[in-house]
């Protein structure tokens, strides 16, 4: 009964085309509407919050939410720590996941990315030869140079994948694992990936990105990577 009522409220949201920040009925009108309890009302509302699918502002109302991957984010960190903890290799899971996405995209790119879209990549990949000169390469930077590579794919739900694979792998590489990294073989790959994308190449492209990825699950896979136990 409780799943039923999430599924109904889900249903009035989407059959009233609300948008996220708008306000939903409030809860007497709720239950006049599905015909059941406050209670019920309430603890529907609870579990919809905690899907980021409607948002509670004590003392204002109740909203429809952001409905971000907050929540796909939480639930692949815990996952994957809980499984590296369990002795299984949940971390490259991860990557392959991120991997076979960007894989399977890149050649889509190749030749047709926006004139802006490839001055703004050479600038991300400068940006990380200065950086490595320093002795490494930012995670921001990086984030930032695979946001604007699909970016001109224009499909928002895409992006927010990405994003959520690319936060979720990076917060808990951070945690588990110290990778020894060549900021200079970073630097060389994320180059070619570009190159191959601007001469329109789809087959080196994804031969780059391939490349790219290998040469991270290498580093994950080198015996000078490890893990602390958890704590106690």
């Not at 792998?169 to 190159?195: G, K, N």
């Not at 994308?197 to 789809?202: F, L, Q, T």
Request: a negative charge; proline letters at 4%; aromatic letters at 4%.
């Amino acid at each position: 009964m409780a799943r039923d009522l999430q599924e109904r409220i889900k249903r009035l949201i989407i059959d009233r085309r609300l948008t996220s920040g708008a306000p939903l009925p409030t809860e007497t009108e709720l239950m006049e509407l599905l015909g059941v309890s406050r209670n019920s009302v309430r603890e529907a509302l609870k579990a919809l919050q905690a899907m980021g699918i409607v948002e509670i502002r004590h003392g204002f109302g109740t909203y429809v939410g952001p409905m971000s991957m907050a929540p796909m984010i939480e639930g692949l960190i815990f996952r994957t720590v809980a499984g590296h903890y369990r002795g299984e290799e949940s971390l490259l899971q991860l990557l392959e996941l991120r991997e076979a996405v960007e894989t399977g995209l890149i050649a889509r790119l190749a030749g047709r990315i926006p004139a802006a879209d490839l001055a703004e990549l050479d600038a991300l990949v400068r940006r990380m030869e200065a950086e490595a000169e320093g002795g490494a390469v930012r995670a921001e930077t990086d984030r930032a140079f695979h946001a604007a590579l699909y970016r001109s794919l224009d499909n928002t739900l895409l992006s927010e994948v990405l994003e959520a694979f690319w936060d979720a792998f990076h917060r808990v590489r951070t945690d588990l694992v110290d990778i020894p990294t060549d900021p200079r073989v970073t630097c060389a790959q994320h180059r070619r990936i570009l190159e191959s994308v601007r001469s329109g190449d789809a087959m080196c492209a994804e031969e780059a990105v391939r490349e790219h990825f290998g040469n991270i699950r290498a580093r994950l896979r080198s015996p000078f990577s490890g893990a602390e136990q958890p704590p106690e």
